[in-house]
């Protein structure tokens, strides 16, 4: 078994690997980035900051910083706050999580390529639905666990009137008394609206840009992968860095804005400070 002092470190561990690349989801514009890692029952606070793409499909990058957050609600449920995404999870459960999700999906206006910034401009979108997964943990090892988890996301700003969903899974495994490695996977696919309005180029803006004419199809947008490492520095505070790849696919790869004036290959990086009790 885990000594007190470890297990509590381990638990702030866990919190700060979940927060190493929240900037992630304010980071690649208007899309669906959140961490899929699991949280003991923890208060704490953080700010991130790091490196991602202008726009998603892009290859010019942007630096930024994003707050974190959680609020444990009693038991096993919470309040989670991930830079432009809030999860609520209703589920007293050890293993299950359940719950509903918000997310500020940011716009795509006044971007670094002068060819791109004159297609159509996308509004800032507030996108709801809920998220679901399950949970394994090591009772020798509060540090060592593994996790899959899905979820649905849909427009309710009347901006691109479609939605996205995905899976996720992750592992994380503890390598040193103070330190804490972790990383996983994940897929979204986009219905058709939102690939129209995201990788999409209407008459108007092959007339405006000279891209041609481009009408994307649902259909899985992006695979990616990240990992992190966390390091203690006491108790209560905590550093971390991490790295996702995302690799655009599909009707998503083939777009005008990523195959002539992007990049299929989207690299956001991150380092995050956090304070947890």
Known sequence: MSDPITSQLARRFVAILLGALSIVDQGAKAEDFAIPLDLPQLNFIGLGVGAYPDYFGSSNDKAGATPIGRLSLGGSRFVRLMANEIRVNLLD????????????????????????????????????????????????????????????????????NGWTAGLNGYVMQPVAKMVTLAAGGAFTYGSDNYMHEYFGVTPADSLA?????????????????????????????????????????????????????????????????????
């Open 209 to 277: 840009s000279g891209l041609p004419v481009y009408v994307p199809g649902s259909g899985l947008r992006d695979v990616r992968g990240w990992a992190t490492a966390a390091l203690s520095l006491s108790p209560q505070w905590h550093i971390v860095a991490g790295v996702m790849y995302s690799r655009l696919v599909g009707d998503a790869a083939d777009s005008p804005l990523v195959s002539q004036e992007g990049s299929k290959n989207q690299w956001i990086y991150g380092a995050g400070a956090l304070y947890a009790w």
């Open 93 to 160: 459960s050890s293993n299950w999580q359940l719950g509903s999700a918000a997310l500020w999906r940011f716009g795509r206006k006044d971007v670094e390529n002068s060819v791109v910034n004159k297609v159509h401009e996308i509004d800032d979108a507030v996108s709801l639905g809920l998220f679901g997964g399950y949970v394994w943990r090591d009772p020798q090892e509060i540090r060592r666990l593994a996790g899959v988890g899905t979820w649905a996301l849909g427009d309710v700003t009347d901006t691109y």
